[in-house]
């Protein structure tokens, strides 16, 4: 089948977004030896045995039917509890609580909810990589909006007016970020509340890093004055729990919103695997312990692989959360591309390149600490070394 023929065969709007770059440096990687992969945003803890085995005794008892479309009540009762407890904003669990397949489909069915074609939104930059093409994909326009090492990478609300339009529906933020590890405080997050006030704008707020921030508590943006009834909160198991396989996510979301996303999940995917809901609900009931030792495991990690990036040469902010640095490599005068590939091929480590986080991205490597201490000291002897070449 030719080029042309296999084009006519699908959607312009599909041929137009490019493959996860994240995906095409780690199957790279896995097809090589000795390599120390710093690349998957995926906790090196096995999911908590007490986790695991409600799953299995949910199997064992039977509970192996669809679930309710939104989830199972005690989930979601169990969610609205936890917002409630951990960021003082309450959530009815019968009508503003959708348990989804990972964070990902909630920021999918987010947006097909709100966009009509042309319609705007968004992006601050450097960003998770589904962003701009889930906005793509529901027919919206991604309107990115860049940060710098200078300022932390935080974004602030006049960089974000500055490209609002009359097509503007909503906006895109996820702190703690992924690929920086940026944080923002209350003060810095009400003015952008107040902006999308201002300007009557939705805003999806990824909070899926939230409980792993290690120098300030997180702020959820819903919890800002005025700002429940027209925020978007992402969230999910994956990070803080350690249960990425699991693919369970969750949405928290003013009534219409949620009964809008609910009839598209209803139709793409009906329910989230019950077995992994029972999990969860293990998780919210019991795991708060093991997020607490993970994440202090992670701030060591986090407080030696910046201190070591200093040592070796490589500028680096402090990141405030997740499990992610993310140091400049403008000074090799190599592309954040070419750096990655190179990195790979002679040290055998394997990071992300920055521009596949959107343009700010560029100049910059994501390299995940979410590994022993072991491999991130190797990692940085390997690294160094390969500076010395510049």
């Known amino acids: 089948m030719t080029t042309k023929q296999v084009n006519k065969r699908l959607s312009k709007k599909v041929q137009s977004i490019q493959p996860s ?8 990687a896995s097809s090589m030896d000795n390599i120390i992969s710093l690349g998957v945003g995926e906790p090196d803890f096995v999911t908590p045995w007490n986790v695991r085995e409600a799953s299995i005794s949910s199997m064992e008892r039977g509970f192996t039917a669809y679930s309710a479309n939104a989830g199972i009540i005690e989930l979601r009762e169990a969610i609205s509890n936890y917002m409630t407890s951990r960021f003082s904003v309450d959530y009815d669990p019968e009508s503003e609580i959708l348990v989804t397949v990972g964070a990902s489909e909630a920021i999918d069915v987010g947006m097909r909810a709100i966009l009509d074609e042309g319609d705007e939104v968004i992006v601050v930059e450097p960003s998770f990589v589904s962003y701009a093409p889930l906005v793509s994909m529901a027919g919206g326009v991604p309107v990115a909006v860049g940060t710098n090492i200078d300022t932390d990478f935080k ?9 609002i339009t009359d097509r503007t529906k909503a906006m895109m933020l996820c702190f703690p970020n992924n690929p920086t590890g940026s944080t923002m405080n209350k003060e810095e997050l009400k003015e952008i509340a107040e902006l999308a006030e201002r300007h009557d704008l939705l805003v999806f ?5 939230a409980e792993l921030t290690y120098d300030e508590e997180h702020v959820a943006f ?23 396989g699991w693919r369970l996510g969750f949405v928290c979301a003013p009534k219409d919103l949620l009964s809008a996303m609910l009839k598209i999940h209803q139709y793409s995917l009906m329910c989230a695997p019950t077995m992994a809901q029972y999990g969860a609900l293990e998780a919210l009931k019991t795991g708060m312990d093991d997020v607490y030792r993970m994440k202090q495991s992670y701030k060591q990690r986090r407080n030696y692989f910046v201190k070591s990036f200093s040592e070796i040469g490589l500028e680096c902010h402090t990141p405030g959360g997740a499990f992610y640095a993310f140091p400049s490599i403008e000074k090799t005068g190599l592309t954040s591309e070419q750096f990655a590939e190179k990195l790979l091929l002679e040290e055998r480590v394997a990071v992300v390149p920055g521009h596949v986080f959107g343009e700010g991205g560029e100049g910059h490597i994501r390299c995940s600490y979410a590994t022993s201490m072991e491999n991130l000291e190797l990692s940085v002897e390997r690294i160094g070394r390969f500076l010395k070449q510049f």
């Open 21 to 28: 770059g994240i995906r095409r440096f780690f199957d790279l």
């Open 205 to 209: 707020s990824d909070e899926i890093y």
């Open 155 to 163: 974004v602030t609300a006049a960089q974000i007016e500055a490209v």
């Open 222 to 244: 819903s919890s800002l004055e005025g700002m429940k009834e027209r925020t978007v909160i992402i969230s999910g198991f994956s990070k803080a729990f350690a249960m990425t």
